[in-house]
């Protein structure tokens, strides 16, 4: 298992923008969002993470999120806030959050994004906003250690 923290804000994946030009339609992203990739895929290449190049992944990705003013200022909620134990049930999505790391980190943690498997998410408000990003080499097959029998009869 590797972890890996990016160090500032998560940002959610945007919309893809549109315009015509010389009457052909042209679909880009908008310089922020390019901007943001480039740096997270920085500071995991800065990690000294090795790629895997072949077999499935498991990914388990945690947003922790800045929280708004008025969530800050409730006396009950201080603690929970100071030790990342409140959930965010706002938008942006989750997914769009997931999108924007996979794109940065495909072709650095793993060579395609095809190859995970597995994929866990969760947004947590606090203080110090950042992205961790753990990363698991998962066996090709999945074994089933409940089913310790082994069938010996022969078919005759």
Known sequence: MTMITIPMPPK???????????????????????????????????????????????????????????????????????NEQIYVDKKPDADNYVKAILDAINGIVYKDDGQVASLSAVKLYSYNPRTEIEVTVLEAEKRNDTDTTTNTSDKT
Do not use: C
């Open 12 to 82: 959610p994946q945007s919309r893809p923008q549109s315009t015509i030009r010389r009457g052909r339609i042209l679909v880009y992203e908008e310089n922020p969002m390019t901007l943001y990739k480039r740096r997270v895929a920085g500071w995991v290449y800065e990690s000294g993470v090795s790629k895997i190049v072949t077999g499935p992944v498991a990914l388990t990705l945690r947003f922790y999120i800045a929280p708004p003013k008025y969530l800050a200022k409730v006396k009950k909620r201080q603690e929970a806030l100071k």
